[in-house]
């Protein structure tokens, strides 16, 4: 029964965060930021942001045989699939890309590649964007980097949250346990056991 209330309680929460993460679904890149990349779209590269110009956020897939990736500054790409869709840790997305890419110069070349589409399309540690990104989709994913910077707040830092506000939490989870009860999900003494617990941390 306690397991069925953790997770009615942490279903909101969860599916408000599943918003934020990143997901590959239907042949389809969703980005933290909401931007998407997918089959027959235009992607447009800014310049590579190592000192020679190479893009540090996107390799060339091993079978191009290459690795010169600063010809792609300033480029178009019309992509043609998206997959293998991987999270490696340490906020590292990654997808493998494949299309045809419009050089500067224009010239067209195939092009496969894996790329960190979370910190190309948002900068990361100081450096520049890789990808240009519609306004739109650009002002979203640079508030979703700038979000992520922020520092989590410490046990201390929680406890200094106004008693006001600790009251209207402990109300609301008092609410969610009463309803869970009225629907049946909880026996009168596991509602008021949670309750009284609740009360105590005021």
Same mark, same amino acid.
């Given at each position: 029964?306690?397991?069925?209330? =953790? ?13 934020? %993460?990143?997901? =590959? ?16 779209? !235009?992607?447009? =590269? $800014?310049?590579?942001?190592? $000192? ?12 191009? $045989? &290459? ?15 998206? /997959? ?5 840790? !340490?906020?590292?997305?990654?997808? &493998? ?10 010239? /067209?070349? *195939?092009?496969?590649?894996?790329? #960190?589409?979370?910190?190309? @399309?948002?900068?990361? #540690? ?10 739109? !989709?650009? &002002? ?6 700038? %979000?992520?910077?922020? *520092?989590? *707040?410490?046990? @201390?830092?929680?406890?200094? $949250?106004?008693? #006001?506000? /600790?009251?209207?939490?402990?109300? #609301?989870?008092? +609410? +969610? ?10 026996? +009168? ?7 009284? /617990? ?5």
């Amino acid at each position: 029964m306690k397991k069925l209330l =953790f997770l009615l309680l942490l279903s909101p929460l969860l599916s408000s965060a599943q918003n934020n %993460i990143p997901r =590959f679904e239907n042949d389809t890149l969703y980005t933290s930021g909401g931007y998407k990349i997918y089959k027959g779209q !235009n992607l447009q =590269f $800014a310049g590579g942001t190592s $000192a020679a110009g190479y893009f540090k956020f996107l390799k060339f897939h091993s079978g191009m $045989a &290459r690795t010169d990736t600063y010809i792609l500054q300033h480029s178009t790409l019309l992509v043609d699939k998206v /997959k293998n869709f991987k999270y490696s840790g !340490n906020d590292n997305y990654n997808i &493998r890309i494949s299309g045809t890419a419009t050089l500067k110069d224009g010239k /067209k070349i *195939p092009v496969d590649f894996t790329m #960190d589409f979370e910190k190309a @399309s948002t900068g990361f #540690d100081g450096l520049a964007a890789e990808l240009t990104l519609p306004e739109a !989709n650009s &002002r979203i994913l640079t508030a979703t980097a700038d %979000i992520r910077k922020q *520092p989590v *707040p410490t046990e @201390s830092q929680k406890e200094k $949250a106004p008693a #006001d506000i /600790k009251k209207i939490l402990v109300a #609301d989870e008092i +609410k +969610k346990l009463f309803d869970l009860y009225k629907a049946g999900a909880l026996t +009168k003494e596991e509602y008021e056991a949670q309750k009284k /617990k609740l009360l105590e941390r005021q």
